[in-house]
């Protein structure tokens, strides 16, 4: 120690201090964070919900940035793959998202799209859309929009309106073949594709894998003259997740 010798010491007890703070605080940080994804965790279970938990990052890569989800929206969003796909082939038009929930699809499509009009009958679907599409940084590029898809179609226009109906729950797959004339929420498939029709020349309609495809072909032939329809298998990790139907006028 010499005469300058305590202040050294401080010095140097202060450089210590100030890296055991910063390590405190990473470790205090990273408990609070391991606390809170367990709380997560252990209410994803006890809602049944585990098995979207585990897959949340297909769901939303940027899902640690602060995802807002609920109980149907963990078993009904698009994962984040498909969706991209569905935003490159559904062009950069105005895009209408008529069944919004917390977003999956709105977010990819306002990548792409110059327009998206994202409708949710449940105000607090598109509050959480809301606050994902910020997260994604593409909220300003979408209309958000709080009605009935089915009672607002009428003042809708579009190029392309998108339809990712409720299926009725996880309960879809338990059967073999799903029924849309039956099995859809909250109208049937026969009635949504006609309505959605007189919305845009392009009508793109996600579907359980296990749809009717005779019932898809039917709806195009509905028409006079038929619309072009092409069925598309969705697979995610190699696994056949679900069905896009797109519909196309081909007077357009
Ligand atoms: P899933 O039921 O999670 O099947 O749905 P998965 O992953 O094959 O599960 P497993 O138990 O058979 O192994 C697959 C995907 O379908 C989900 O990620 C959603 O994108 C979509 N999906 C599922 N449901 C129940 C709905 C729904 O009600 N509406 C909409 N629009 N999409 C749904
Ligand atoms: N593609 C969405 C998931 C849609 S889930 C995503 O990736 O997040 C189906 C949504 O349809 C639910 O959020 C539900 O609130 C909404 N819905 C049900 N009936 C509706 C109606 N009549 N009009 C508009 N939205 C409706």
Redesign the pocket.
């Known amino acids: 120690m010499d005469e300058n010798g305590e202040s050294q010491t401080s010095e140097l007890d202060g450089r210590h201090e100030i890296t055991t703070t910063g390590k405190k605080k990473r470790a205090r940080r990273l408990r609070s964070h391991r606390r809170a994804l367990s709380e997560f965790a252990l209410q994803a279970v006890k809602e049944g919900l585990l ?2 938990w585990l897959q949340r990052y297909l ?1 939303f890569s940027r899902f640690d940035d602060g995802i807002k989800m609920d109980e149907e929206g963990w ?5 984040e793959l ?1 969706a991209r796909h569905h935003a490159s082939r559904c062009g950069n038009g105005i895009v209408i998202d008529c ?1 919004t ?1 917390v977003g999956g699809n709105a977010i990819q499509f306002a990548m792409k799209s110059s327009h998206v009009i994202a409708v949710d009958i449940n105000p607090q679907k598109i509050e959480y859309a809301q606050h994902n599409a910020s997260i994604y940084g593409v909220n300003d590029r979408i209309d958000f929009v709080v009605g009935d898809f089915f009672q607002m179609a009428c003042r809708l226009k579009g190029d392309t309106v998108f339809l ?7 309960d ?2 338990k059967v073999v073949t799903y029924d849309i004339r039956s099995m859809l929420k909250p109208h049937d498939g026969y009635h949504l594709f006609k309505i959605a029709k007189t919305v845009a020349s392009k009508v793109v309609l ?1 579907l ?1 894998r296990n749809v009717d495809i005779n019932q898809l072909a039917e709806l195009s032939l509905s028409l006079n003259p038929p619309w072009e329809l092409e069925v598309e298998k969705n697979f995610l990790n190699g ?1 056949f ?2 069905i896009t139907a797109y519909f196309n006028c081909r007077a357009t």
């Open positions: 098995k979207y769901l078993f009904s969003v698009t994962p498909i069944f929930g990712s109906p409720p299926w009725g729950g996880p879809y797959a996600f359980p696994k997740k679900a």
